[in-house]
């Protein structure tokens, strides 16, 4: 059974910062690559970033580029989201989730929401971030 689950989320003052984990189990990084999306209230979902299978190739949304980063423990099965300078805009649910193209996750999301390129989706965690 494949599960994703997050954690990490919670309060936080604008300026501040949040690590969120997935921790994920039925998949590897060897076949499936991980990517974390938002959804703020009243908004569609958001694709955020994106970390490859293979050589950690990483892609960012321009809403997150040079805030957050992406990384993996392979050993832990676990990616995280380091998340930077966090503003009240960047309040939402966040989500993990596992696709097999690396590639066309980044198309996917670049050019739209990201959400048909993902196989498999955790439940979210909830980042408040005050003003």
């Known amino acids: 059974e494949v599960q994703l689950v997050e954690s990490g989320g919670g309060l936080v003052q604008s300026g501040g910062s949040l690590r969120l984990s997935c921790a994920l189990s039925g998949v590897t990084f060897d076949d499936y690559a991980i990517a974390w999306f938002r959804q703020a209230p009243g908004k569609e979902r958001e694709g955020l970033s994106c970390?490859?299978?293979?050589?950690?190739?990483?892609w960012y949304s321009d809403s997150v580029r040079g805030r957050f980063t992406i990384s993996t423990d392979n050993a832990k099965n676990t990616v995280y989201l380091q998340m930077n300078d966090l503003k009240p805009e960047d309040t939402a649910v966040y989500y993990c989730a596992a696709g097999r193209n690396y590639v066309k996750i980044v198309l996917s999301m670049a050019t739209g929401t990201g959400r048909g390129a993902m196989d498999y989706w955790g439940e979210g965690t909830l980042v408040t971030v005050s003003s």
């Open positions: 970390i490859g299978s293979h050589d950690g190739s990483a």
